[in-house]
């Protein structure tokens, strides 16, 4: 799903885009003295920016002086920059006003004029509100880039989801009754703001509570709810899973025999496809072009690389959810992808496509493979990752819009790009582990008519769902602009994982049906 470009109804003007800024967790943290040294750069830049606006204020402050000076003698032509005429200069000295005192060389010989000395002080204190502006976003720039504040924010964040989980499940009426009145609330304020409306702000309202209230959500449908129950919540992060894996006890045999359980795979061959792949970006734009091209619906990319070492190294592109009901990637099948048990994640209808389109491109165990996947595409990816081990050598995924972080990946690198707003990403109940092999750029839509940040593609002034891919190569593109030093060994792991030639691009197509070819175990 992607926003559609609209234009600004009657204004003649191309309309104003969304921007995202991106905040980096995990990847590897600085060393101590690294951590002192950015915070003292940072924060010599803040407080430079801060003597620049006092001296800006300093500056808009005199203009305030010259015209109280002016006010002062309102028919002195000095201070209103008019010069004197010879007749008026001949009439001072006929008056005796014109001798070798300090007023005659003040009035006479000194012109003031004051509509441009007060323009030049305006000027110089915006160029001094500018460079404050530059330099303060420099400091946040080095902040976001280095992660400072990653270890404290993202235990602040565990540390609220786990009271948001408790509230829910010890007193699930408040908890509801408190999301229905945010949401509400939200969608007021924003649509009022935008001047239409639009329900996507009870999401953007929200996103700070939805990992704790799916939390305590998923608590209270696995029966933990008692004191012992509470108190392992807040030890856990997997509350979801587990509540994942009880719902697909049941959805799993009902899906299977109302839509059937037959799995055929195929080779396909679509008019239009995708590009090589040689950066984490390439990754998303395919995983993008996927859909734009249509070639989503139930059907993956796998693509061969000779790598320069004279090993054969794979890319596996996996888009998302397509809606279809005989399609693997249906709406259902996150249900089994979600659970903490392993054969019920392999047992969905999308995992086992994508290792069976895997098996028949030839991938064999020690090939090195990495795989990238938006919204369900990711949760597969994460899956393979975990529980096809000894049949695929996955050594990085790229999840965007993916709710994996109980996945247990393992030694696999991951990089997630997500959206705070986005629901989506928030539906494991928990915050993606910290770790040097597990990157994490989370984004944060700006207000609309904000210029913060990186553009969004194919956007409006309109707020729009955030899951979208265009948010997504956003948040990516923005995090790219901090020259993050972790950021940077993703982006050189995933580069050696493939690192070689394209020899091919391969499409492969899934159906779901009572009759049929199935996968082989």
């Not at 194919?458 to 707020?463: P, Q």
């Amino acid at each position: 799903m992607s926003g559609p470009a609209m234009s600004a109804s009657g204004s003649g003007q191309a309309p104003a885009q969304a921007h995202v800024q991106s905040r980096i967790y995990g990847g590897g943290t600085p060393t101590t003295v690294d951590l002192d040294r950015f915070s003292a750069a940072a924060s010599t830049l803040n407080g430079a920016a801060t003597a620049l606006s006092r001296l800006s204020a300093e500056w808009r402050a005199a203009t305030i002086r010259l015209q109280q000076l002016k006010t002062r003698a309102p028919f002195c032509p000095r201070l209103g920059g008019t010069p004197l005429s010879p007749t008026a200069g001949v009439g001072l000295a006929s008056a005796g006003l014109t001798g070798a005192g300090p007023f005659a060389a003040t009035v006479v010989h000194v012109s003031l004029d004051y509509p441009r000395v007060s323009a030049q002080i305006i000027a110089r204190a915006d160029e001094a509100d500018r460079l404050a502006e530059r330099l303060t976003s420099l400091a946040d720039q080095i902040i976001r880039a280095y992660s400072l504040y990653s270890q404290a924010e993202h235990a602040a964040a565990r540390i609220l989801g786990e009271t948001l989980q408790t509230v829910a499940v010890a007193k699930p009426e408040w908890a509801a009754a408190g999301l229905a009145l945010l949401a509400s609330g939200s969608v007021v304020a924003g649509s009022a703001k935008e001047g239409r409306f639009n329900p996507i702000y009870a999401i953007t309202g929200t996103w700070w509570a939805q990992e704790g209230l799916l939390a305590g959500l998923g608590a209270r449908m696995t029966g933990k709810t008692g004191r012992m129950g509470i108190l392992k919540g807040v030890l856990a992060t997997d509350e979801v899973n587990d509540a994942a894996g009880r719902i697909s006890g049941v959805s799993a045999p009902a899906n299977n025999l109302l839509f059937g359980d037959r799995l055929e795979v195929r080779e396909i061959h679509p008019a239009k496809g995708i590009g090589g792949t040689a950066t984490i970006a390439d990754t998303l734009t395919n995983v993008h072009d996927m859909r734009l091209n249509k070639v989503d619906y139930g059907s993956i990319a796998i693509q061969q690389y000779r790598r320069e070492d004279g090993k054969t190294a794979w890319m596996v592109t996996v888009p998302g959810t397509d809606g279809h009901l005989d399609s693997p990637f249906s709406w259902q099948t996150n249900v089994e992808l979600m659970s903490s048990d392993a054969r019920q994640r392999m047992a969905a209808d999308s995992a086992r496509m994508v290792d069976e389109a895997m098996r028949q491109a030839g991938i064999r165990p020690n090939d090195p493979v990495a795989i990238v996947g938006h919204s369900q595409g990711g949760i597969v990816a994460a899956v393979i990752a975990s529980d096809r081990k000894q049949r695929y050598n996955v050594q990085h995924i790229v999840t965007a819009g993916s709710p994996v972080a109980n996945h247990p990946v393992g030694g696999t690198w991951v990089t997630s790009v997500e959206m705070n707003d986005e629901l989506v990403s928030n539906l494991d109940g928990s915050r993606n582990p910290v770790s040097p092999g597990w990157l994490t750029v989370r984004g944060t839509s700006q207000p609309m008519g904000s210029a913060a940040g990186t553009a969004v593609e194919n956007t409006d002034g309109r707020k729009f769902i955030t899951h979208d891919m265009n948010y997504m190569k956003a948040a990516w593109k923005d995090a790219q602009s901090l020259g993050s030093p972790a950021l940077k060994s993703h982006e050189e792991h995933f580069g050696r994982t493939i690192n070689g030639t394209l020899v091919s691009t391969r499409y492969y197509r899934g159906r779901i049906s009572r009759t049929g070819p199935d996968s082989p175990p």
